[in-house]
Nanobody, 118 residues
Framework: QVQLIEAGRGEVQAGGSLVLSCRAA????????MGWYRQAPGKERELVAS???????LYGDSVKGRVTISETHYKYMVHLQIDRLVPEDTAVYYC????????????WGRGTQVTVSS
């Protein structure tokens, strides 16, 4: 099994930046992709960004150009940076991981609330 441990600020001002971190623990050798989704109230969960260990990144259309996903010195930890935040970025952000190189869905974190105030 894989556990995903999320960390990051909860409340931020519009126009600012946010960094969320996710660290995998457990059977981490099976992981090929890590990434983030988000779900706003009344909306479906959407992909924010993902990164495969083959070197590919994928960004959601609603955040493209404002988001960067990156590895850290610890292979199974990723950072998600969102710049120029807007209130519409308010959502629960979920870290996810997968055993294949595809948008991750095998394992999920508990989610972390991000609230952007204007």
């Amino acid at each position: 099994q894989v556990q995903l441990i999320e960390a990051g600020r909860g409340e931020v001002q519009a126009g600012g930046s946010l960094v969320l971190s996710c660290r995998a623990a457990g059977s981490i050798d099976s992981i090929k992709t890590m990434g983030w989704y988000r779900q706003a109230p009344g909306k479906e969960r959407e992909l924010v960004a993902s990164l495969t260990y083959g070197g590919s990144t994928l960004y959601g259309d609603s955040v493209k150009g404002r988001v960067t996903i990156s590895e850290t010195h610890y292979k199974y930890m990723v950072h998600l940076q969102i710049d120029r935040l807007v209130p519409e970025d308010t959502a629960v952000y979920y870290c996810a991981a997968d055993r294949l190189e595809r948008p991750p869905s095998d394992f999920w974190g508990r989610g972390t609330q991000v609230t952007v105030s204007s």
